[in-house]
């Protein structure tokens, strides 16, 4: 799912038209809205909002449709400390429950909350790191 924005439609036309037809949109778009702190803006056209509202909702285009994989680029690049934290701990979350989640980050701290890191200098790979889970009567 591209993670970008169509700045011309609403915020809720932004999430709507990724999960149309299936049956119950609101209660797949208005809990999202909510966690996000966009309800109050889901009727507002997205080149309206602040850079990181919009930011926000290219996060909700990227997750509305539950999709397997997420690429995300500096995912909390335009937020403050506090959301950034929160979209942090909701990708942590979806990846938990089988989303694979693909990040470019320059922030060491959110770097730490993957299962691998893979560090590049120059387009070369100089180092990788994976989280060893303990695998109980392996």
């Known amino acids: 799912v591209y993670m970008g924005r ?3 439609y609403s915020v809720w036309k932004n999430l709507h038209n990724l999960v149309w037809p299936r049956q119950d949109t609101k209660a797949e778009i208005l809990p999202l809205l909510d966690e996000l702190g966009l309800a109050s803006s ?7 909002l602040s850079g990181g509202q ?3 909702v290219g ?3 990227a997750v509305v449709a539950s999709p397997r994989i997420i690429l995300a ?5 335009n937020l403050h400390s506090a959301q950034g934290k929160e979209i942090m701990d909701m990708f942590k979350r979806l990846n938990e ?3 694979t989640i ?3 980050t320059h922030s060491e701290t959110n770097a730490a909350y993957g299962n691998r890191i893979v560090r ?3 387009g070369w790979i100089v180092n990788e790191e994976q989280e060893q889970k303990s695998r109980a009567g392996i």
Do not use: N, S, Y
């Not at 889901?42 to 309206?48: H, L, T, Y």
């Not at 680029?73 to 690049?77: F, K, Q, S, V």
């Open 6 to 8: 169509l700045d011309r």
């Open 97 to 99: 429950e089988g989303t």
């Open 42 to 48: 889901a009727f507002k056209r997205v080149g309206e």
């Open 120 to 122: 590049l200098e120059d």
């Open 102 to 104: 693909v990040q470019v």
């Open 54 to 56: 919009q930011q926000l």
């Open 59 to 61: 996060i909700a285009r």
């Open 73 to 77: 680029d500096e995912p909390t690049g």
